[in-house]
């Protein structure tokens, strides 16, 4: 079972993020549980979206405490409390321009920023990020596949459902670049 926890601050799309996730994996076959945490319940605080993602019924019902996936809508949410929910080894991609080196120590976690802001710039998408950051999460976590990703977007997007698409395409793209680049 793949178990991911996402982070935000209310306001970033962490938690629309999270559902678009679970709808693509769920469209290419998945088992998929997800359920969402939310601190002051305001524009600003922490927010979490964790899912589950099997190929058979998920039985279990209880809070995620060792993902093998973390994705950090913001740098400076980055801390040991975020990293405890993730196993020692855990993939996780965070949205900062800064290099994995200059994140800190974070042990045997395998990090991979991604400059989202600038992702989401380009493509006329301004401060929201979530597009880009799906689009670089399902590259490093090798599904759903790109063309399911950008279906649930388009679909579930509320406004500038081309520019989400294009933003996603964009970080999936540079991801799977940054990948081939180091094989």
């Given at each position: 079972m793949l178990e991911i926890v996402i982070l935000g601050r209310g306001g970033q799309g962490a938690q629309t993020a999270g559902n678009q996730?679970?709808?693509?994996?769920?469209?290419?076959?998945?088992?998929?549980?997800?359920?969402?945490?939310?601190?002051?319940?305001?524009?600003?605080?922490?927010?979490?979206?964790?899912?589950?993602?099997?190929?058979?019924?998920?039985?279990?019902?209880?809070?995620i405490t060792q993902a093998s996936a973390l994705l950090c809508f913001d740098d400076s949410l980055l801390d040991e409390t975020f990293l405890r929910q993730g196993k020692d080894d855990a993939l996780v991609v965070v949205n900062s321009a800064r290099p994995s080196e200059a994140l800190g120590g974070l042990g045997n976690r395998?990090?991979?920023?991604?400059?989202?802001?600038?992702?989401?710039r380009r493509?006329?998408?301004?401060?929201?990020?979530?597009?880009?950051?799906?689009?670089?999460?399902a590259a490093c976590l090798g599904k759903p596949d790109l063309d399911t990703m950008c279906q649930i977007i388009e679909a579930t997007a509320p406004v500038k459902k081309q520019e989400n698409v294009a933003a996603c395409r964009e970080a999936f793209?540079?991801?799977?670049?940054?990948?081939?680049?180091?094989g």
């Amino acid at each position: 079972m793949l178990e991911i926890v996402i982070l935000g601050r209310g306001g970033q799309g962490a938690q629309t993020a999270g559902n678009q996730l679970a709808q693509a994996l769920f469209a290419k076959g998945y088992f998929v549980q997800t359920f969402s945490t939310y601190g002051g319940a305001r524009r600003g605080t922490p927010v979490t979206s964790s899912l589950r993602v099997a190929t058979r019924p998920i039985r279990q019902r209880c809070n995620i405490t060792q993902a093998s996936a973390l994705l950090c809508f913001d740098d400076s949410l980055l801390d040991e409390t975020f990293l405890r929910q993730g196993k020692d080894d855990a993939l996780v991609v965070v949205n900062s321009a800064r290099p994995s080196e200059a994140l800190g120590g974070l042990g045997n976690r395998r990090i991979i920023p991604v400059d989202g802001k600038a992702v989401a710039r380009r493509n006329n998408m301004g401060k929201v990020v979530n597009s880009a950051l799906l689009g670089a999460f399902a590259a490093c976590l090798g599904k759903p596949d790109l063309d399911t990703m950008c279906q649930i977007i388009e679909a579930t997007a509320p406004v500038k459902k081309q520019e989400n698409v294009a933003a996603c395409r964009e970080a999936f793209g540079l991801l799977t670049q940054a990948s081939e680049g180091v094989g």
